[in-house]
Antibody, heavy 125, light 108 residues
Framework: QITLKESGPTLVKPTQTLTLTCTFS??????????VGWIRQPPGKALECLAI???????RYSPSLKSRLAITKDTSRNQVVLTMTNMDPVDTATYYC?????????????????WGQGILVTVSS | SYELTQSPSVSVSPGQTARITCSGD??????AYWYQQKSGQAPVLVIY???KRPSGIPERFSGSRSGTMATLTISGAQVEDEGDYYC???????????FGIGTKVTVL
C-alpha cells in the first residue's frame, strides 16, 4: 500500500525559503519507473503541479516557477524535499505530494495516483 | 501555456447522470485523467488513461475521450459524489502536464 505524508512549516514570512518534506512508503524511488511530485492548491482555487522527480533523478519543474523551485530525493530515507525561495503571500496554499505512476498503455505516460493529505502553508508577516 | 477547459459547475438530482467535460487541443492524442476532491480532502484518482477505473472506484464512474474533449460520467449520481472534479493531461510535447480549473458537482 502506497502512502505519502507532507511535513514542514505551516507559517512562513515573505521572502523566506520554504522547505517541505514528503515521506512515503510502499515503493522505492530507487526502483525504475517510480516518481514523486509536488502539487499545490491555493484556497478555493485549482491544482497546480510544481515539480516532479523520477527514480533516475530526472527533474521537471513548472515553467512559471522554475527559478524558485528545487526538488531532491533521499532514497535511503524514502523522502522527497521541495524548496521554494522568495515566498510571497500569493504562495499561500495547501501543498500535496503524490506518487507518480507509469501508465499501462502505450506510450506509457505518467500520472499521479496516490496523494498525501496535504499541508497548508500560509505566507504572512 | 497549455490549458484544459472545464465548465465551472454541474448540478444533478440523486440518481441522475452527471457529465463533466474537459477540452484541450492535445486531447486527440493524449490521455485524460480525472480526480475527485471532496471538501477539505486530498484529490482521489477516479479515472486514468481515459476510461480505466482504479481499484475501489464505483462502477458508476466512467470516462471517455473523443476529439478534443474528454468526458467523465457519473451514472446514478449519489450525494457522496459531491465535490470538485479535475481533469489532467499534457500538451502535444508530452512534457507539460496541467490540471483543468475544476468542475463543482452538486447532487441535490
Amino acid at each position: 500500500q502506497i502512502t505519502l505524508k507532507e511535513s514542514g512549516p505551516t507559517l512562513v514570512k515573505p521572502t523566506q525559503t520554504l522547505t517541505l518534506t514528503c515521506t512515503f512508503s510502499g515503493f522505492s524511488l530507487s526502483t525504475r519507473g517510480e516518481g514523486v511530485g509536488w502539487i499545490r492548491q491555493p484556497p478555493g482555487k485549482a491544482l497546480e503541479c510544481l515539480a516532479i522527480i523520477y527514480w533516475d533523478d530526472d527533474k521537471r519543474y513548472s515553467p512559471s516557477l522554475k527559478s524558485r523551485l528545487a526538488i531532491t530525493k533521499d532514497t535511503s530515507r524514502n523522502q522527497v524535499v521541495l524548496t521554494m525561495t522568495n515566498m510571497d503571500p500569493v504562495d499561500t496554499a495547501t501543498y500535496y505530494c503524490a506518487h507518480r505512476r507509469r501508465g499501462s498503455s502505450s506510450p506509457f505516460p505518467y500520472y499521479f495516483d496516490f496523494w498525501g493529505q496535504g499541508i497548508l502553508v500560509t505566507v504572512s508577516s | 501555456s497549455y490549458e484544459l477547459t472545464q465548465s465551472p459547475s454541474v448540478s444533478v438530482s440523486p440518481g441522475q447522470t452527471a457529465r463533466i467535460t474537459c477540452s484541450g487541443d492535445a486531447l486527440p492524442k493524449k490521455y485524460a485523467y480525472w480526480y475527485q476532491q471532496k471538501s477539505g480532502q486530498a484529490p482521489v484518482l477516479v479515472i486514468y488513461e481515459d476510461s480505466k477505473r482504479p481499484s475501489g472506484i464505483p462502477e458508476r464512474f466512467s470516462g471517455s475521450r473523443s476529439g478534443t474533449m474528454a468526458t467523465l460520467t457519473i451514472s446514478g449520481a449519489q450525494v457522496e459524489d459531491e465535490g470538485d472534479y479535475y481533469c489532467y493531461s499534457t500538451d502535444s510535447s508530452g512534457n507539460n502536464y496541467v490540471f483543468g480549473i475544476g468542475t463543482k458537482v452538486t447532487v441535490l
